[in-house]
């Protein structure tokens, strides 16, 4: 069986990652693995914070924060004034939430990640739940029927799921959503450093994610990026700059020293090498799982796949692979095997030959 074309410094990239040392590591999905750069970059950021203490916050507050957002905007291809630096996307969407409330009619999917529902059944929204297709992907077309009969002012969508790992087209959605005159919100946390992102050429309204999981950033940074419609709406009518007020308060200069040099490695990759290496492995792993009778069950289709591949399992199956320290995730309906840029096909060949014993 031909291997995938890998990433020609892929040894070197993957000796910056120690846990890659103990485990083959399939879970990126549930949270990413951070590079021992990138963990020291942090120390260095608490020693100077414990050394100068209220000197290395100013340099945080007038400058430091600024140049995270332009690494951040950069790395989704938007722009600096319409991007907020907050702790999660969670938090940052409850933040932004309460100014959304004149678009009061919101589509969500169901079993979509729970904290995209949760600030939506505050009062004074109405929740619109589109569920699934049978076999787990998101049907546009059955969106576009319950917008033309509910006519909501607010999509809200996870670009990957959660539990099944199917990606949505966002040129696509955002089409959709424009036709009806709705806005489009998309969480990106399980696709954002493994699928590139032109958020302006997309045409997304708003768009946010958390750093732990693809980016490999760890805990308590994320952002959100609002389009420059959005923002002027939502001034007009809220009487507040929606960009300033997530903005404000102090944000953890350590979590951010992290996202820096995460988002640092990613550009110095190539996002688009990432993408590509990660879809030449998944069409590797699904030609070992046939020919190793593990139902796949979703995955197969490139357009609507990212990092996630869902293969038949309980978690008996995750218990035994994790006794060989072969890490993946019990999810939904089956096992969920987590791809990124530090993985090859070893790993692939590792956790099916596990799975056979």
Known sequence: MPSPQSLPDHATICAAYPALNDHCYLDTSSMGLMAESTVQAANEEHECLMHEGSARLFQWMFGGNADVAR??????????????????????????????????????????????????????????????????????????????????????????????????????????????????????????????LDVQAAGIDIVGASGYKWPLAGFGNGFLHLSEAVRAELKERNGVDPIAMLNAGHRDPVALTRLQNALERVAAIGPQRIADHVNALWTYAIARFDAAGIPVLHGRDPAQRAGILLVQGDEAHVKRLEEYRVKVAFRGKGIRVGIHFYNNEADIDRLVEVWER
């Open 71 to 196: 690494t951040v905007a950069a790395n989704i291809s938007g722009t600096e004034q319409g991007t907020a630096l907050v702790q999660s996307f969670t938090v940052g969407l409850a933040q932004l939430a309460p100014l959304l409330k004149h678009r009061p009619q919101v589509l969500l999917i169901g079993h979509d990640y729970p904290t995209l529902h949760a600030p939506f059944a505050l009062p004074g929204f109405q929740r619109i739940v589109v569920p699934p297709e049978a076999d787990g992907t998101i049907s546009l077309d059955t969106v576009r029927e319950a917008m033309e009969r509910e006519r909501p002012q607010l999509v809200a969508i996870s670009e990957v799921q959660w539990l099944t790992g199917f990606r949505i087209d966002l040129h696509a959605l955002a089409a959709l959503c424009r036709a009806f005159g709705a806005w489009s919100l998309v969480d990106i946390t399980q696709s954002w450093c493994v699928v590139p």
